[in-house]
């Protein structure tokens, strides 16, 4: 069962091409990944796909009611206001203290509960995002470059331990990367895109992985 299938997606801004003749399924239950080297166009494809960057040709299809919780690369804070983690995941969702609780020991902050959201390192912002995406509940996780900031250890621990315990409940996760290694610790898809177009959508299973000696 598809959660999302795009067909013949372009996105074109004046007279640039970013992505052209994209072809998509996010089949449930799965670890799909969008792989290629920064600029490639994999961050638009994933805004896109969950409706946040309009379309200049093809169309992407939802499943009604999906529950979408997103990761961006940076999150914009543009408030003059002091945030501490607590208050900033409780903007949009009015979360419980419990679910807030529950959503930071499932990403291993816990701690950062009254931590100024200014003062966190680049890797506990990540986890605080990821934490927030996981209060809707989300059928669908998306993780714009998850990786993006984060140390090896902690960088094994999101994309290992949280990643697969979420899709092993059944939810499924859309995730872009330009690390190899990450996306085979744990896709079950890979897609690879270069210059705003598919070069390749395969099982992980069914690609060969040739590394230079």
């Not at 961050?43 to 009611?65: C, D, F, K, M, S």
């Amino acid at each position: 069962m598809a959660l999302i299938e795009a067909t013949g997606l372009g996105i074109s801004r004046g007279t640039q091409e970013i992505l052209r003749g994209i072809d998509f399924h996010v089949g449930a239950g799965e670890i799909v990944t969008v792989l290629g080297p920064n600029g490639s166009g994999k961050t638009t494809l994933i805004r896109a796909l969950i409706g946040l960057e309009p379309l200049t040709a093809g169309q992407v299809t939802r499943q009604a009611g999906l529950r979408i919780g997103y990761v961006p690369q940076r999150f914009p804070l543009t408030s003059n206001v002091p945030l501490d983690v607590r208050r900033l995941l409780s903007l949009t969702l009015k979360p419980t203290e419990s679910e807030i609780d529950e959503a930071l020991n499932e990403t291993g902050i816990p701690h950062l509960k009254d931590a100024a959201v200014a003062r966190l390192s680049g890797g506990e912002m990540q986890r605080v995002l990821l934490a927030r995406a996981l209060l809707r509940k989300p059928e669908l996780l998306v993780l714009d470059e998850p990786s993006s900031g984060l140390d090896p250890i902690v960088r094994k621990d999101i994309l290992g331990a949280v990643m697969r315990t979420i899709a092993d409940e059944g939810r499924t996760v859309l995730f872009s990367s330009h690390l190899l290694e990450e996306v085979e610790q744990v896709a079950d898809h890979v897609t690879m895109i270069h210059h705003g177009r598919i070069v390749l959508s395969a099982p992980l299973s069914a690609i060969s992985i040739v590394r230079p000696r």
